[in-house]
């Protein structure tokens, strides 16, 4: 084998290593400041078209955290938000139908029944006077991490 294949697979195979090392780090340090579901409180309401998921978390005004109608999104991306807010309120986060660990009945999914779900939920959680943020116009959880 020539030198410079060689060196060339010796150089990958140390580049790979490194990777692998740099990731697993990252990894391990980031899964310790994230809180999990359960520390959080993981909940279920039982809605007209299926189960619907949420958080809660804290005492106090509620406040209530509704992620982007993106089928990838749920209310996991509001802990870090939940962790800040949750010491002088309490805070819910919502799954959308389809989204998170809410149901995805095979229906089409529009803006109203997505209204009526926020609306259901609220009704269901007795807490109608919440604040609604959203992160289609608000990125708020960018300040907390």
């Known amino acids: 084998m020539n030198k410079t294949v060689r060196n060339t697979l010796i150089a990958t195979g140390i580049t790979l290593a490194s990777l692998y090392a740099a990731n697993k780090l990252i990894n391990k340090l980031a899964s310790k400041s994230l809180k999990t579901p359960d520390e ?24 209530i955290l509704i992620h982007d109608i993106d089928p990838r999104s749920s209310s996991f991306e509001w802990i870090p938000v939940m962790e800040h807010l ?10 959308l139908m389809g989204c998170g660990l809410s149901d995805r009945p ?10 009526q779900l926020i609306t259901d939920c609220s009704t269901l959680i ?8 959203n992160t289609i116009m608000i990125c708020i959880n960018t300040l907390f991490i």
């Open 40 to 63: 959080i409180g993981s909940h279920f309401i039982n809605w007209r078209y299926g189960r619907i998921h949420y958080l809660k978390k804290g005492k106090g005004s509620p406040i």
């Open 126 to 133: 007795q807490y109608i006077s919440a604040v609604c943020l």
């Open 106 to 115: 095979n229906m089409t999914y529009t803006n109203y029944m997505f209204v």
């Open 86 to 95: 949750s010491k002088t309120n309490c805070v819910y986060a919502i799954d």
